[in-house]
């Protein structure tokens, strides 16, 4: 009863009768800190008790569900190879065996005496037996279960020493003390309109349902509220967007013809139709805000150098970010002839650029000579100013923060600004994820390259790869091999890159093999890279320093050593380096060692899939949009328990109606609208939200 009076929902979970400091701890690995972390803790599923029977009703081949206690723990060795985990669980009714193959990791997780909940089929070789079943511990020794309330029984994510009825336990004081504290955010009309039950109900819902339909509706609610408030802030910050005053910068044709006419091919027909939706926006008295997604390779950089160059038919500058300092290199090294050809003066801005020629690129800018700037973070330091900058682009925007957006934004006023993106998703789910900016898309790859073709190997098969390798070279073609870089606490497991440079060269000692990584400085990186581009150097071993805006099109072979260190979408990227000529390109990889059954597949996912949509979709499936979308430095709500693909119709749902909310009342004045404004501006206290622009 004292209690009673001093929980809410801030205070921490150790404040629930019967969590003590050390069950505090292990809620605080589920992320659970207070009370209301608690309550929107969301189960994994859920089990319906309804169809749990006792052991003794258990009949061959139904599919069952049974509790009981772990009675007896046996490990065998199977026939062929492997292990056998064997397990006699006991309920008041009689006893079954349970039995899990190649599960070595299960010894570890059981213990006798502890509760469990198996699901399965029911066999029977000598007695009734469940072959690897789906369980779930559900108590130990200690702490037996109470009589199960209700007949759906939500599964949630376990930490070791939390049973699912210690949470259960802490849910039902928590609900009964708190839930009355929980304030509604959405509007009655909208919650009626999509058919959600108000938030108190849900999370009444979400723990002890009484039937799964209230569950799963309860769920929706949670993610329906997770992605109305991801959209309001989209919204909000696109309104804010929209609503300033920009330079309109009108293409003249002066300096964007002369560049036309200096590249050897024809813009595709996709390349066309994304530089009039360029041009049209920077032709506005608004400044542009657009995303211009396509996979690698898919011609972005074309269309950028034109954009920077209407920049400057209007006498302004134009600047380009990019992630890495040999991508700046790149751009620098390979656009500065043709700018200059036209009579455009660019400068190249990275940390590593010091001294007097750093002083000399500042002044530029500042003066106005350096019309096209190429650089790292460099660019957005304190210190560098520009005269007049009109346009700013950044390229791979997911590996930028907001900060460093609207820091390089903020070197010029209201400059127009477009962000580049290799890791292109589904034009749906970018409106709605990148729903503060305008999307072109190219989608298809500009014709006459040749096709690429990826194949796993075994450390076995090196010396066969190497022998084809061989052959290419003798045709004329180059390599590139690239190794993950080494943390000095990865220790010996990798090799060094200098050790694989060693191996190459002696490998192909009638070849000149050069070595790159991100130790050299600017003047040795593009030394290196001039001789691999003309040719001295014909094998190029490499850190990932080369995964982006290398473009080598004579470079027909990529080999990735230890490929289970990189994800998908970096393998790509290292692979759209290659297939940028007409001949066609192999992207061989070797795989060292035993790896796990998810990354065998994530590799067999690389090897079938060459479509940068069809790769960025499973990246997101394997490592969540986060990761993807760098929206850990986005400056948004997270997105948690949502899947931006399987709730993708509540996404657009909870998208039309943040959109709406913000047309009809943007500063949220009405009174239906209050609880909202009062829950952003306390979010905001907390992420610097609403100032972001
Ligand atoms: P991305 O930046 O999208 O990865 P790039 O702009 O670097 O792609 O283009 C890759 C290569 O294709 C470059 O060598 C570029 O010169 C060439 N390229 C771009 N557009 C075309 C086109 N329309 N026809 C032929 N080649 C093109
Ligand atoms: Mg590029």
Redesign the pocket.
Known sequence: MQKKQFLRLDSPVQYIKGIGPKKASYFKKLNIENVKDLLFLVPRRYLDYSNVLKIKDLKINDEATVIGRIHLIEIKKAVRRGEIVNVLLRDETGSVVLRWFNRPDLKNKFKIGDWLMVSGKVTFFYSKQFINPIYEIIGDEESIPETISGTIIPIYPLTEGLSIWDIRRAMNIALELCLDEVVETIPEYILKKNELPAMKKALKDLHFPQTVNEAIKARRRLVYDEFFFFELALARRRLKVKSQEGVPLKKTGKLTDLFLNS?N????AG?KKVIDEITADLARPKPMNRLLQ???????????LYTLLVAVENDYQGAMMVPTEIRADQHYLNHIPVLEKIGVKSGLLTSSIKGSTREEVIKQILNGEAKIVFGTHALIEEGINFKNLGLAII?EQHRFGVMQRAALVNKGINPHFLV?S?TPIPRTLALTLYGDLDIST?TE?????GEVITKLYTEKEKLKVYQFIHTELLKGRQAFVVCPIIEKSEKLELKSVKEVYEEIQSVFSDFTVGLIHGRLNTQERINVMSEFRNGKITILVATTVIEV?V?I?NATIMLILHPERFGLAQLHQLR?RIG?GAERSYCLLILNKFVSPETFERLMFFEKNNDGFALARKDMQLRGPGEILGKRQHGLPDIRIGDLEEDQELLFLARDDAFEIINKDPELRMTEHLPIRKYLKEFSAKEDLLRIG
């Not at 396509?294 to 950028?304: F, N």
Request: hydrophobic share 35%; proline share 6%; no cysteine.
């Open positions: 590249l091919f024809e813009l595709t390349q396509g996979d690698v390779g898919s011609g972005k950089t074309v269309i950028a390229d580049l290799a190219l790859k500009p014709a006459g390259r805006g473009d099109p759209g940028r």
